[in-house]
């Protein structure tokens, strides 16, 4: 718990060095000349190979028992979630 309070200080005094030195004006002015149009296929392709990535769990489980698409894309999710926290508390 205390070393939770002690990253989410430091975090805020990252964010509040960063922001004091950026002025939003200036920030508003590049996110306005950003062509988001770029995102979309970036968003299409990371969304497909997920995809991917669950159909071929999907097939792993199928070979063990008798398992649904979406009970696959369940336990897909749940495990990236687990790598993701456990990971982090490294």
Known sequence: MII???????????????FKRVSFPSLIEILQGVKFIYFIPTFLLSLA???????????????????SFSKSVDSYLIGMTLLKK?????
């Open 4 to 18: 939770n309070l002690i990253k989410l200080g430091l975090t805020f005094l990252v964010f509040l060095v960063i």
């Open 49 to 67: 190979f997920t995809i991917l990535k669950i159909y071929k769990w999907h097939l792993l489980l199928k070979s063990l028992e008798d398992v």
């Open 86 to 90: 456990l990971s982090s508390t490294c």
